[in-house]
């Protein structure tokens, strides 16, 4: 079978399982969770492995400028961020081929033996360069195991426990958000940074051994019963890597404001535009409702969020003379509320209110990121920011949920996996796009030349307020329109 390019109608899912093929769940039980004995040891394995993850994603960011002063690659620092994020966008569009067409069990694992490899190899570089191709190798393997799992989810979950395994989803990411760089920073003090990346890979077992059998049983195979195993869309996977190679430029050019930077700039957007097209599902670009509209509104709540949430740490050190350790653990709290958020859309009760709650989730963060520059006022308390931020996280709880889970819900078994990356895809590129277009108005308005204010001092002479205010307003005018976004999710 072939997946087609993209979906504009609303394909039920069937509700019977084709036994050993990877088709849908069967329907839950009413009494049934997703810590049922049915249940409990796969949920406990695929969460494990996003704790995992996110311990990494916090914990790596700690440790790596101290990687980059002792390996000499300060100059360098940036592609070790954009070299991970490139080559996960290509790892999205792979699993969602080999997901769709051989099940998600070998892309899983492959891409946490990647992961695991990507690790080691930049915790043993001797080099900046080599500590580069591990987080390319890294990114590779995140990208296979994120889609890989919401396939899992589509197939191994009834519809009914979908969104309280999200909710799981994001729960996973709280307490990693408030230990992870703690954790990191002692170790990276103590023992050194090498161990933050080199102990991570042994964790994996145990998630391993719970979750691997469970998915060989309940996803593995492809969809229907009888379908041998399709070939490869190689169209899509030329795409996909355009868009890595596009979203690379992209990324180096707004590094770089200087007349030059002009020709790979526009050799990534030409990259990207075409492949964006191809693999997002039709419509997306202009909110055609249902599953065009779940994509694009996953695309505008994460980047104007993640967006903004960059440049808040920066903000409260160099304005307001917070400590780093003071700035971020502002945003600490915003784990919690995120994961409320998640566990609130999980209620079946508020099933029906679904869309709603996302607009509301919208309003909520446009409403956060549009506080956090009232904090350049002296007048106005810096703990301002950490209010604001866990109420704009609770909104992203209720969004970021719900996209997962309409997703699955108009995905039929066969398209989850494209699908579920163009979810993705949508999530990551707009991250550096709307990084790129931040970091290039801050840049243009000075915010380059801001100095470090002294710990429990004020805005230091010399910094440029309005560039903040230059990267804030915007993302929050981004995420209002994403409020109008989420009301075009429903199919009429």
Known sequence: MTVPESRDTDVAVPAEPSAGTGGAAAPAAPDETVLSRAYRALSIGIVSVI??????????????????????????????????????????????????????????????????????????????????????????????????????????????????????????????????????????????WRWVFVGIPVLVVVPLALALPQIRSRAAGPVGEGDAPASFDRRRIRLALAISLGAGLLQYAAQDLSPVSLLPGAAGVALLVPAVL??????????????????????????????????????????????????????????????????????????????RLMSLGMVLVAAAVATAPSVLIDAVPAWTVAVAWGFGCFGMGLVISSTSVLLLRLSAPEEAGANSAALQISDGLSNVVLLSAGGAAFAALGGGTVSHAATGGGGAAGSHPAAFAAVFLPMAAVALAGAWVATRLREK
């Open 51 to 192: 704790v995992l993850i996110a311990f990494e994603a916090t914990a790596v960011g700690t440790a790596m400028p101290v990687a980059a002063r002792e390996l000499d690659g300060v100059s360098l620092y940036a592609f070790a961020f954009s070299g991970y994020f490139t080559t996960s966008l290509f790892g999205m569009v792979l699993s969602g081929q080999w997901s769709d067409r051989r099940g998600p069990l070998a892309p899983l694992t492959t891409g946490i033996a990647a992961f695991a490899a990507g690790l080691v190899l930049s915790g043993t570089a001797g080099a900046m360069w080599l500590f580069i191709l591990g987080r390319a190798v890294q990114g590779l393997g995140g990208g296979l195991v994120i889609v890989a799992l919401y396939v899992v989810v589509g197939r191994a979950y009834p519809e009914r426990l979908r969104p309280a395994i999200m909710a799981a989803f994001a729960a996973g990411w709280v307490v990693p958000s408030v230990v992870g760089p703690l954790a990191s920073g002692a170790v990276t003090e103590h023992l050194g």
């Open 278 to 355: 191809g693999l997002l599902p039709r419509g997306t670009y202009r909110a055609a409702r249902g599953l065009p509209s779940v994509v694009l509104l996953r695309g505008v709540a994460a980047g104007s969020f993640i967006a903004a949430e960059s440049f808040v740490p920066l903000m409260l050190v160099t304005q307001r003379g917070l400590s780093p350790t003071l700035a971020g653990l502002s945003l600490a709290a915003g784990g919690a509320t995120w994961a409320g958020g998640s566990w609130l859309q999980s209620r079946p009760r508020l099933e029906a209110h679904r869309e």
